[in-house]
């Protein structure tokens, strides 16, 4: 298969983890003979450093003429810490997502058996949790219009979601719990707020035609304390945009860190995968951030162009590096590899046979050896 694919690496440890997900990749070219082209483009706030736009139009141009979107993170302190700033780096990915279509967002949400010490939460309680966010991206609070008064001292944001919105996404959700284990929970607010009472009256209309699939409901406070206390229950979450910007966050203190989590973006004519994690200005350049979930971001566009077998050897992959204690400091706070090796050993994982034995030691030394 040939595939292009448009980098857009942002900010922060953003080009740093992208750059594994890239050499992962090409890894899986390499083995399965497909051919992935690439153009680099910005956003973010280095995109409003050299144009004075979050989203150029020519970064626009370079993903709408793509096959897919490889995205890093964006953000820098310099805007989060001033409130004021009328041109934002989020501006640019928010744009990106309307300008594309780009109205599901999906989140996977899996445990590691050797990495439950690693979160906050009794092992009993989350081991064997997998579940997956359908989160709506296009629409709700955040597309809403906002006003503040002139003398600023009362701010509003709209909330407006429409039937074709809810409808687009909540069929792409059930469809995931047909081949899953065939339950879908919609998170929203319906006891108090009209736009969720419009969420619950479409999806339960839907669910007719989802036979298969047993639907249920939570408010969205009650839905923030059953994934801490019962993270197992849950097999599709479907929600509106805020909440589910919100849930996946906590989600993931269940894995033991965020730098695990992937999501993808997808639209009717396009498709976009980043990690969750944010830009961690404070790591840049240090070589020191996760790059799995932007390599597990990668797993997902191969399933979205149905390369299945690939897919799994990426996860196959991390799985490994996972079990041999080959990661960043979040992960392994004691005796911790970079960035680059993590991805080197990612790579060298997929090209040779899976039950290859490799020399932790050449791997510190950026080397995965067979011996």
Not at 280 to 304: C, E, F, R, T, W
Request: glycine share 6%; proline share 3%.
């Amino acid at each position: 298969m040939k595939l292009k694919i448009a980098v857009l690496s942002g900010d922060g440890i953003g080009p740093e983890v992208t750059q594994q997900a890239i050499k992962v990749l090409n890894a899986i070219a390499d083995k399965y003979n497909h051919t992935f082209e690439y153009e680099k483009a910005v956003v973010g706030a280095i995109a409003i450093d050299e144009t004075g736009n979050p989203l150029p139009d020519e970064t626009l141009k370079i993903c709408a003429d793509s096959n897919a979107i490889l995205f890093g993170a964006i953000g820098d302190p310099k805007y989060d810490n001033n409130p004021s700033a009328k041109v934002r780096p989020e501006q640019g990915l928010l744009k990106l997502r309307k300008s594309l279509g780009l109205f599901a967002n999906i989140r996977p949400l899996n445990t590691y058996d050797s990495l439950i010490h690693k979160s906050n939460l009794k092992e009993e309680v989350i081991k064997g949790t997998d579940f997956v966010i359908y989160r709506e991206l296009t629409s709700g609070i955040y597309f809403g219009e906002k006003k503040l008064s002139e003398d600023g001292t009362i701010a509003s944001d709209l909330c407006t979601y429409t039937a074709e919105e809810i409808d687009r996404i909540s069929h792409l959700a059930f469809k995931a719990a047909q081949v899953r284990r065939k339950k879908l929970t919609l998170v929203d607010k319906a006891n108090v707020l009209e736009s969720s009472r419009l969420w619950r009256k479409r999806v339960t209309e839907i669910s007719k035609e989802y036979s298969d699939v047993k639907l249920e409901f939570l408010f969205v406070d009650n839905a923030a304390m059953q994934i801490i206390l019962n993270p197992t229950q849950f097999d599709v979450i479907l929600t509106e945009n805020m909440f589910g910007d919100i849930l996946s966050d906590e989600a993931s203190v269940i894995s033991g860190s965020i730098g695990l989590l992937a999501s993808a973006s997808i639209g009717k004519h396009a498709a976009m995968f980043e990690p969750i994690h944010g830009s961690y200005p404070q790591a840049k350049g240090k070589n020191i951030a996760n790059p799995l979930a932007a390599v597990l971001s990668a797993a997902m566009l191969l399933d979205h162009f149905e390369l299945y077998d690939e897919a799994e050897n990426v996860r196959s992959a991390v799985e490994k590096s996972i079990e041999l204690n080959i990661s960043t400091p979040d992960l392994n706070s004691t005796n911790h590899f970079s960035t680059t090796n993590v991805g080197n050993f990612l790579r060298d994982f997929i090209l040779d046979d899976e039950n290859t034995f490799y020399n932790k030691n050449n791997i510190d030394l950026g080397q995965s050896t067979i011996i």
